[in-house]
């Protein structure tokens, strides 16, 4: 199947720094990709979709200033969380839709742990 | 949009035991669901999926689901729980634009 690869897995960062997450298709174009992020004990929230050679869509309560979402090409989407807090420390997921006019399904990155102390 | 709802937070069984995992979903359409496993730290594994056809669903790991059209739910089986089945299980349900969302999850304990 479909690989989505993440990178970097996990990361540490001080308070009022920025961090960018990459999300790759390893081995298939995907011209949207999604970001989600999730708590502790929590469900995935969708946060926002990116769309290569336009501008993401966020979802309702989501800042588009502090979390920016670049989908560079047809295989790179980069999400970076600006001035981090605490409160920003979650794991993050990606995925791509499953290329082809078939039914939708995922795939899903590793996801990253993001720690903000 | 749709929705969906898995009604049990926490579920403890026994090891060698059967498992039921349940899952309702709210879509105005025909639903695309599907049923993943998260293990602590880890990523998104996917156990089923149901796209039309056979209601019962072959998965992954001795697991199956049925979708009941009349009931909204798409549940997950299995007839006998190994300890390392012991994770965190979502239920999700796409739509045709490749927006999915995902239940509250379900977390699996096995006794040994």
Same mark, same amino acid.
């Given at each position: 199947g479909a690989v989505v690869s993440q990178h970097p897995?996990?990361?540490? /960062?001080? +308070?009022?720094?920025?961090?960018?997450?990459? /999300?790759? +298709?390893l081995d298939f174009q995907a011209t949207t990709m999604f970001w989600y992020r999730q708590f502790p004990k929590q469900s995935l929230m969708l946060m926002a979709t990116s769309n290569e050679g336009s501008k993401a869509t966020?979802?309702?309560?989501?800042?588009?200033?502090?979390?920016?979402?670049?989908?560079?090409s047809l295989t790179l989407s980069?999400?970076?969380?600006?001035?981090?807090?605490?409160?920003d420390s979650s794991f993050y997921i990606c995925s791509a839709p499953s290329p082809g006019q078939g039914a939708p399904e995922q795939y899903f990155g590793p996801g990253t742990r993001l720690t903000v102390t | 949009?749709?929705?969906v709802t898995q009604p049990d937070i926490h579920i403890t069984v026994s090891e060698?035991?059967?498992?039921?995992?349940?899952?309702?979903?709210?879509?105005?359409?025909?639903?695309?669901?599907?049923?993943?496993?998260?293990?602590?730290?880890?990523?998104?594994?996917?156990?089923?999926?149901?796209?039309?056809?056979?209601?019962?669903?072959?998965?992954?790991?001795?697991?199956?689901a049925e979708f009941k059209r009349s009931q909204s739910s798409f549940n997950l089986r299995k007839p006998s729980v190994h300890w390392s089945d012991a994770a965190e299980y979502f239920c999700a349900v796409g739509a045709r634009n490749n927006d999915m969302r995902f239940g509250a999850g379900t977390r699996l304990t096995v006794k040994p």
């Open positions: 897995s996990r990361v540490i /960062c001080k +308070s009022g720094t920025s961090v960018k997450i990459e /999300c790759r +298709s966020y979802e309702q309560g989501v800042e588009k200033d502090k979390f920016l979402i670049n989908h560079a980069t999400l970076t969380v600006t001035s981090a807090h605490p409160e | 949009a749709q929705s060698g035991a059967s498992l039921e995992l349940r899952c309702n979903y709210s879509y105005g359409a025909t639903p695309y669901l599907f049923w993943y496993v998260q293990s602590p730290g880890q990523g998104l594994q996917l156990l089923l999926k149901y796209f039309s056809g056979d209601t019962l669903v072959q998965g992954i790991k001795g697991f199956e």
